[in-house]
């Protein structure tokens, strides 16, 4: 990560240290209910955003788009074909789910059908040559040009075994925080003690940071249901090794909902209040803070610390996309972008620097109303940009004891988790824009109040629909409301999410055939970083409700297996359902003929391949609008 100095003062340009040499981004809009400044905010002008991208920056966003583009330039017009009995093309269309060929011109899907069929009807440049349809037919060849008219079209095989399907998409994301955390990741860690050996081996590796202790190290990862006891650790933790003394450090929890910061950084917060609304800063019996900041009380720390400059941005979001098309990936919503973080993707865009899709959920942090600050932008960039939604932040997360529950936690009787937004707020901001079973229910709540038959074609999202009563499970569908679902969340939380809930409101978590019986539509996503990357986990999780090793809490048959999604929905899900979540259903999502030419093909057939084999395919090659950004078919 770039790096900072310390001083007493708030510090203005430079941003978390991390040089990152690989590329890529993420989607995602959040509210929080913060009384201090932000510094994930970024309120850095469009004209300071330019004038930092200019010349050098604007030659790096060219080079590095080219980069992503893979070797394999594949010809105007071709066709990608099955070969034998054993390899597949997934289409994602109820109409027709599988087929042999699929037909490409230029950045679009423009026929498919039988190998028969599509050598007959465009030829095969390799074997029988141009067409073999009649006369009256010869116009359907030379609307994709000379070449193919005259000699046939270029066919590609899948090889024994391979699958083709449209591209992945991740409809909850975070894109420069994923390429924030890369260089220095925590996530993990089963212990304080290797959290310490991670930042050591760090700052060992650079020699800036190891000779100036000024220097804010940032990342996140962390996990205290991993550490003995599964306490929350201490600020003194950071500073038990002589290296890491006097050093300002903040560390996000894995889910972006707590930091743990060293006792330096708890000396530049100066005076902090008793009490923060939707926060918590955790104290010990004397009343001192034990360097654990929760939910809204992060403003306070994020007060002190170094913000993002734009080029750090750019060095995140190249980190992101190299990562997202090595998966697969061709689209990703963004679950919380700031008005600064959207200029930049616009920026990048303008000069031809999004080789994937991006659906940005805009957010501000404040309780007024704040959509008249947005500008809305569909189909931007050749339908590479979208800003069509917003994020509202309304509670903390389950593993910081901070999700907002009806009633109070299992193990923590008297707390019932955290509001972020006040139900007056949450209804305010759903009604003019038109996690967790009290967040949830209110925020239904709020839905109801608001939405009429006109309002729910906006196709509302409930992010995070994890923890709900069995009267709101049914209340998503009857509202039109759209369910995302994280399927990593649940192995994630399958360890102690019983024990946080209790034996009847478990039923109620990570319900999702229960959320589809009840009519709901739904989409998946990692919320990378807090997860993997790769949607493949995701698709593993979904199918099994096994952890990595093929284990859970109840056992090798997954927890609560009849809460799995079959392989055919967790497919939808990661294609056509989060088309449809962000619009985009008629030209992204399946590969129908007259969509986009996003697709992606894997060594195994994901829909076939014994549920172990999910986590050792490979991505073989990925393509957007027919082009090859990584890989090669």
Same mark, same amino acid.
């Given at each position: 990560m770039p790096s900072?100095?310390?001083?007493?003062?708030?510090?203005?340009?430079?941003?978390?240290?991390?040089?990152?040499?690989?590329?890529?981004?993420?989607?995602?809009?959040?509210?929080?209910?913060?009384?201090?400044?932000?510094?994930?905010?970024?309120?850095?002008?469009?004209?300071?955003?330019?004038?930092?991208?200019?010349?050098?920056?604007?030659?790096?966003?060219?080079a590095l788009s080219q980069r992503s583009r893979s070797s394999d330039c594949l010809p105007e017009s071709w066709a990608l074909c099955t070969k034998g009995q054993?390899?597949?093309?997934?289409?994602?269309?109820?109409?027709?789910?599988?087929?042999?060929?699929?037909?490409?011109?230029?950045?679009?899907?423009?026929?498919?059908?039988?190998?028969?069929?599509?050598?007959?009807?465009?030829?095969?440049?390799?074997?029988?040559?141009?067409?073999?349809?009649?006369?009256?037919?010869?116009?359907?060849?030379?609307?994709?040009?000379?070449?193919?008219?005259k000699k046939g079209l270029k066919l590609k095989y899948l090889k024994d075994g391979e699958a083709a399907f449209p591209g992945f998409a991740d409809a909850h994301a975070h894109i420069l925080d994923y390429g924030a955390s890369r260089e220095?990741?925590?996530?993990?860690?089963?212990?304080?003690?290797?959290?310490?050996?991670?930042?050591?081996?760090?700052?060992?590796?650079?020699?800036?940071?190891?000779?100036?202790?000024?220097?804010?190290?940032?990342? =996140?990862?962390? +996990?205290?249901?991993? *550490? /003995?006891?599964?306490?929350?650790? &201490?600020?003194?933790?950071?500073?038990?090794?002589e290296l890491l003394k006097g050093r300002p450090i903040v560390l996000a929890r894995v889910d972006y909902h707590a930091y743990w910061i060293s006792p330096r950084a708890l000396e530049l917060l100066g005076d902090l209040p008793d009490q923060v609304d939707g926060g918590l800063i955790v104290r010990d019996t004397d009343g001192k803070p034990t360097g654990i900041f929760v939910d809204n009380a992060m403003a306070l720390v994020e007060k002190a610390k170094p913000t993002w400059t734009p080029l750090e941005m750019l060095s995140y979001f190249n980190t992101t996309i190299h990562d997202a098309l090595k998966v697969g990936l061709t =689209?990703?919503? +963004?679950?919380?972008? *700031? /008005?600064?973080?959207?200029?930049? &993707?616009?920026?990048?865009?303008?000069?031809?620097?999004?080789?994937?899709?991006?659906?940005?959920?805009?957010?501000?942090?404040?309780?007024?109303?704040?959509?008249?600050?947005?500008?809305?932008l569909e189909g931007y960039a050749d339908h590479r940009?979208?800003?069509?939604?917003?994020?509202?932040?309304?509670?903390?997360?389950?593993?910081?004891?901070?999700?907002?529950?009806?009633e109070g936690?299992?193990?923590?009787?008297?707390?019932?988790?955290?509001?972020?937004?006040?139900?007056?707020?949450?209804?305010?901001?759903?009604?003019?824009?038109?996690?967790?079973?009290?967040?949830?229910?209110?925020?239904?709540?709020?839905?109801e109040k608001a939405l009429s038959e006109d309002t729910r074609k906006l196709r509302h999202r409930l992010e995070h629909a994890q923890i709900l009563t069995q009267d709101d499970i049914k209340r998503v569908g009857q509202l039109g409301i759209i369910a995302s679902v994280q399927p990593t969340h649940c192995t994630s939380d399958m360890s102690y999410a019983e024990t946080r809930l209790g034996p009847e409101r478990i039923k109620g978590a990570y319900a999702w055939q229960s959320l589809i019986r009840?009519?709901?539509?739904?989409?998946?996503?990692?919320?990378?970083?807090?997860?993997?990357?790769?949607p493949l986990l995701g698709f593993y999780a979904a199918v099994t409700r096994l952890d990595e090793k093929g284990d859970s809490p109840h056992g090798p048959g997954g927890w609560f297996p009849d809460e799995r999604l079959t392989r055919e929905q967790t497919l939808y899900g990661m294609t056509l359902g989060a088309a449809y979540a962000g619009h985009q259903e008629d030209i992204i999502g399946s590969l129908t003929p007259g969509k986009r030419a996003d697709l992606v093909v894997l060594d195994k057939d994901i829909m076939q391949v014994p549920p172990a084999e999910i986590l050792k395919t490979n991505v073989k090659v990925t393509i957007v609008d027919g082009t090859v950004y990584y890989g090669k078919l």
């Open positions: 900072s100095k310390a001083s007493s003062e708030k510090p203005t340009d430079s941003g978390p240290p991390t040089t990152n040499e690989e590329t890529k981004p993420l989607i995602e809009t959040k509210i929080d209910k913060r009384e201090t400044y932000s510094p994930r905010k970024r309120y850095i002008s469009r004209s300071r955003i330019q004038a930092a991208l200019s010349g050098l920056a604007i030659g790096l966003v060219v054993n390899s597949a093309i997934y289409t994602v269309d109820p109409t027709n789910p599988t087929v042999e060929c699929i037909v490409v011109h230029k950045k679009s899907i423009v026929d498919w059908g039988t190998k028969e069929y599509v050598k007959r009807t465009w030829g095969d440049r390799d074997t029988i040559g141009p067409p073999l349809v009649g006369k009256s037919d010869t116009q359907k060849s030379w609307a994709l040009g000379e070449e193919v008219a220095l990741n925590l996530v993990g860690s089963s212990s304080v003690e290797e959290v310490r050996e991670r930042i050591k081996t760090y700052i060992l590796s650079k020699p800036d940071i190891l000779n100036d202790t000024t220097i804010w190290i940032q990342t =996140s990862g962390w +996990d205290q249901n991993r *550490f /003995p006891g599964g306490t929350y650790p &201490f600020a003194a933790d950071l500073e038990a090794d =689209s990703i919503h +963004d679950a919380a972008s *700031f /008005p600064p973080w959207i200029e930049f &993707f616009k920026f990048v865009a303008d000069r031809g620097g999004l080789p994937i899709r991006l659906n940005l959920m805009a957010h501000i942090d404040s309780d007024d109303y704040w959509g008249g600050q947005l500008e809305r940009l979208n800003v069509r939604s917003v994020k509202l932040f309304t509670d903390g997360a389950l593993g910081s004891w901070g999700a907002a529950l009806l936690y299992s193990d923590q009787p008297g707390n019932k988790g955290l509001m972020r937004m006040s139900t007056e707020t949450i209804e305010e901001h759903v009604r003019r824009f038109i996690e967790d079973d009290r967040a949830n229910h209110i925020v239904l709540n709020a839905f009840n009519g709901a539509h739904f989409t998946t996503g990692s919320d990378f970083p807090v997860e993997g990357i790769n």
